[in-house]
């Protein structure tokens, strides 16, 4: 959350010629709905179940780079999903870099934050690579991402 993954994800894909699934951005296309309104209207559960939805679909795009949104922390079952076909890389940054988002508490954004960073930092140990961008450009971050990509000859499978 407030890590700037869309565009980070948006310029990396750009830069493969691969395509981008953004998982906010879908799930505002297919409810018709912004993430803030629909979280308020459908409630966690359905957000989650919606969230999950989408992750079942593309997790089986071929040369995607997949922007999960960061409003919802991780769950094994997503990370299992999403580690099976790909790289799984864990943005994060401090709580200045967070602006309105939709399931902030906003009576209090910074234990907020700090609760939501605390939730994804379990997954730390677990994922391919791990980037604080409190300081970064999106491009930055995307160049990272495409070096580690090159660096530990990741490819595509030849697909039937």
Not at 40 to 46: F, H, L, T, Y
Not at 122 to 127: A, E, L, M, T, Y
Request: net charge positive; aromatic share 10%.
């Amino acid at each position: 959350m407030g890590t700037g993954k869309s565009r980070a994800a948006k310029i990396l894909a750009d830069g493969f010629d691969w395509q981008l699934a953004d998982t906010d951005r879908m799930m505002e296309r297919e409810t018709g709905m912004r993430i803030a309104d629909y979280y308020r209207a459908a409630g966690a559960e359905a957000f989650e179940e919606k969230e999950m939805a989408l992750i079942n679909r593309v997790r089986y795009y071929h040369e995607a780079v997949i922007a999960m949104g960061g409003n919802y922390p991780m769950t094994e079952k997503k990370f299992r999903l999403l580690s099976e076909h790909g790289l799984v890389i864990l943005l994060f940054a401090k709580p200045c870099r967070v602006g309105k988002r939709p399931t902030m508490d906003y009576s209090d954004v910074d234990g907020y934050v700090r609760q939501m960073l605390r939730k994804w930092t379990k997954w730390k140990d677990r994922v391919d690579l791990v980037i604080n961008t409190t300081n970064t450009h999106p491009e930055q971050t995307a160049l990272l991402v495409a070096r580690y990509i090159d660096r530990h000859h990741v490819e595509f499978v030849e697909r039937n």
